[in-house]
């Protein structure tokens, strides 16, 4: 069996993004390790442990990376968080804090609505149909 394990995002601080996800999102924290080199290796996912695809927040190293962070998709919605009960998550992160760019939408495939995340990366939650 194959799978995407770790998506990458770029993150300015360690501490600040696992707040984030953590509090505001509701993701789990699943490692939080220090490395050789002063990083740390920082693994959070939105569901049960190993279940999906997680995000591993890397800090960003130089002027290149910190240019990335924040718009690491060139400003397309690039992180897609499925949930069950939209109204639920929706109101949770509404007040959270998360900024949604725009009102719950119904689609055919299901409901959405995009949000950034601290950094601005735009997210969608979808509920599908």
């Known amino acids: 069996m194959r ?3 770790l998506v990458t995002l770029v993150v300015d601080d360690y501490d600040e993004a696992i707040r984030f996800y953590t509090e505001a ?3 789990r924290l699943a490692e939080d390790a220090p490395r050789e080199d002063g990083s740390r290796w ?3 996912e939105p569901g049960t442990a190993g279940a999906g695809t997680a995000l591993l927040l890397a800090r960003a190293k130089g002027e290149t990376q910190r240019a990335r962070v924040g718009d690491q998709t060139g400003g397309r919605v690039g ?3 499925h949930t069950d009960d939209f109204a639920r998550d929706h109101a ?3 007040a959270a804090g998360v900024t ?3 009102e719950p939408r119904h689609e055919p495939y299901g409901t959405v609505a995009v949000f950034q ?3 601005g990366n735009r997210w969608d939650l979808l509920q599908p149909a």
Do not use: K, Q
């Open 100 to 102: 949604f760019l725009e």
């Open 3 to 5: 799978r995407i394990a």
């Open 42 to 44: 920082v693994v959070v």
């Open 92 to 94: 949770r992160m509404l």
């Open 79 to 81: 992180f897609f968080l």
């Open 25 to 27: 999102l509701g993701f």
């Open 117 to 119: 995340d601290l950094y």
